[in-house]
T-cell receptor
């Protein structure tokens, strides 16, 4: 049982290039999330998805695009990478629980460097 | 705006000590509060708290939530070097369905 995986694990790209980070989960969780983690800011929500074809913005969505055509996949695209997007990106998933409480499980992360 | 404040930001103790980590929060439409442990990799789940006054326990770790005073504490007794990590507090609520994370408490256990 692979759980939740991310690829690539490490990526170096140049300013202005388009980059797509992949996230795949095998639990059939309805919810999926993208966070970025930076020193001094902690983990911040970029986008999330409640189900296939349903996505919504989080705290820091600018410069990112997401899609979710299948329940198990939730790719994150940086349309034109900037140095400020250098970060560690975590994907997470959760099932919907009673009362709206949701335990989230995190993928291993992708370390992205934009030069 | 949702806000999560963890204290202390860092803490160094000796093996065997007991530590208390604090988390205060302000989120609209509060649903639950989660604690995670992060050791240079992905956060791993520790506890989810939804009701006040009910203490969650897992071995040497325990946590309690006070929904009236809007805070939670995480206790670790008889600390071990393997407890060294960043401990993250994350209430869920507000407009988005994701978690709002605090900046974490960096705990270092010295042998």
């Amino acid at each position: 049982d692979a759980g939740i995986t991310q690829s690539p694990r490490y990526k170096i790209t140049e300013t202005g290039r388009q980059v797509t980070l992949m996230c795949h989960q095998t639990w059939s969780h309805s919810y999926m999330f993208w966070y970025r983690q930076d020193l001094g800011h902690g983990l911040r929500l970029i986008y999330y998805s409640a189900a296939a074809d349903i996505t919504d913005k989080g705290e820091v969505p600018d410069g990112y695009v997401v899609s979710r055509s299948k329940t198990e996949n939730f790719p994150l695209t940086l349309e034109s990478a900037t140095r400020s997007q250098t970060s560690v990106y975590f994907c997470a998933s959760s099932e919907a629980l009673a009362g709206g409480a949701r335990k989230q499980y995190f993928g291993p992360g992708t370390r992205l460097t934009v030069t | 705006e949702d806000k999560v404040v963890q204290s202390p930001l860092s803490l160094v103790v000796h093996e065997g000590d007991t530590v208390t980590l604090n988390c205060s929060y302000e989120v609209t439409n509060f649903r639950s509060l989660l604690w995670y442990k992060q050791e240079k990799k992905a956060p791993t789940f520790l506890f989810m708290l939804t009701s006040s006054g009910i203490e969650k326990k897992s071995g040497r770790l325990s946590s309690i939530l006070d929904k009236k005073e809007l805070f939670s504490i995480l206790n670790i007794t008889a600390t071990q070097t393997g407890d060294s990590a960043v401990y993250l507090c994350a209430p869920s609520g507000g407009g988005a369905d994701g978690l709002t994370f605090g900046k974490g408490t960096h705990l270092i256990i010295q042998p």
